[in-house]
């Protein structure tokens, strides 16, 4: 199983970003998605998720109407438009697929820094 983020980097307020996090070795279709972050010396936080039945989802109050998850089952993939970005939106960024409350897998996360 492995889960591989891209797409984090140095941006500017108010620019945007696209992450992505493409799976293997497990069926992605059946597996719901979701975006963590983690900022320096704070608890890592839900960002947003997508469900694997109809692609419903959900965003921490933090980033909706920035940010839009959303997935890509034939390609293995998961993506994190960011638009707007923000300097407390600096963090690092994790992937996590999950399976009912049974599997949870983990990537080791993309680096997103806000700064002018």
């Known amino acids: 199983v492995q889960l591989v983020e891209s797409g984090g980097g140095l941006v500017e307020p108010g620019e945007s970003l696209r992450l992505s996090c493409t799976a293997s070795?497990?069926?992605?279709?059946?597996?719901?998605m979701t975006w963590y972050r983690q900022a320096p010396g704070k608890e890592r936080v839900l960002v947003a998720s997508?469900?694997?039945?109809?692609?419903?989802?959900d965003y921490a109050d933090s980033v909706k109407g920035r940010f839009t998850i959303s997935r890509d089952n034939s390609k293995n993939t998961v993506y994190l438009q960011m638009n707007s970005l923000k300097p407390e939106d600096t963090a690092m960024y994790y992937c996590?697929?999950?399976?009912?409350?049974?599997?949870?897998?983990w990537g080791k996360g993309t680096l997103v820094t806000v700064s002018s």
């Open positions: 996590k697929a999950y399976y009912r409350s049974a599997l949870n897998y």
């Open positions: 070795g497990f069926t992605f279709s059946a597996f719901g």
């Open positions: 997508i469900t694997s039945t109809d692609g419903s989802t």
